[in-house]
């Protein structure tokens, strides 16, 4: 690390409070979940594929309510407009219009494949759930990213099946987001990485607007998911997360 990017970390853990630095690291998870679940949203966003055979852009638009409903609907290009999947507690509906007009349903081991050939996988699409309620969280100590005094916390699950069995995360300690990610399977194989690299203040929070994903196992440059708007205000019915309403 050189000088001015030393004294830069120095003085933003200089500003950071220190009630901030004396939590346990179940408490920051909290936090955490406090900024980044959401009880309602909206979301336009923008996948940034990187793969093998070149880089490919995929829009779409999310209704997202609480921790096991979401609906995406593909909005471009022109081969995806349409297509739509639908999450209802551990299951997974893909719906392609016409010409073949046919819902799938996606359960257990499938639901960590890659979604349309990027490097998140279906549980990574639609995850809304509560770190807390998951994982149990030690602090192992203080590092950086990105010129931000990060505190570092190692995620140990509290039960066996869950995607990633630990995870390693700097954790910003003024905006409480998880900047990056090192996410293991059981075995202690490190299966991906994650980095958040925007940031947007909306709605009393602070939400990631451009993340980047890269699944170690995977040929690839890795994939960027941008946010392009996100709206909490919202009231979403539930007739909204139903299989019906796939093919409205």
């Known amino acids: 690390m050189n000088v001015r990017l030393w004294i830069a970390v120095v003085l933003i853990w200089a500003a950071c409070s220190p009630s901030a630095l004396a939590l346990t690291g179940d408490e920051v998870l909290q936090n955490i979940d406090k900024n980044m679940v959401v009880d309602q949203a909206v979301r336009t966003s923008k996948m940034v594929i990187n793969a093998r055979s070149g880089s490919r852009t995929v829009e779409s638009r999310s209704w997202i309510k609480g921790s096991d409903r979401v609906l995406v609907e593909y909005l471009a290009p022109a081969r995806e407009k349409g297509k739509k999947m639908l999450k209802l507690g551990d299951r997974i509906w893909n719906y392609t219009p016409e010409p073949n007009d046919r819902i799938i349903a996606i359960a257990g081991h499938l639901l960590r494949q890659s979604v349309m050939g990027s490097d998140l996988s279906y549980e990574d699409l639609t995850d809304n759930s509560r770190l807390e309620e ?101 009231e979403i019915p539930e007739s909204r997360f139903t299989k019906a309403s796939l093919r409205k």
């Open 134 to 234: 998951v994982y149990e969280a030690s602090i192992e100590g203080r590092g950086e990213f990105g010129g931000t005094g990060c505190l570092v916390l190692k995620l140990t699950a509290r039960k066996s099946d869950v995607p990633y069995f630990t995870r390693r995360i700097w954790v910003d300690p003024a905006r409480w987001l998880p900047l990056k990610e090192e996410r293991y399977a059981r075995s202690g194989r490190l299966l991906k990485n994650f980095e958040i690299r925007e940031v947007l203040q909306t709605g009393g929070r602070w939400y990631p607007k451009a993340m980047f994903f890269k699944d170690v196992l995977a040929s690839g440059e890795g994939t960027h998911f941008l946010t392009e708007s996100i709206d909490f205000d919202v």
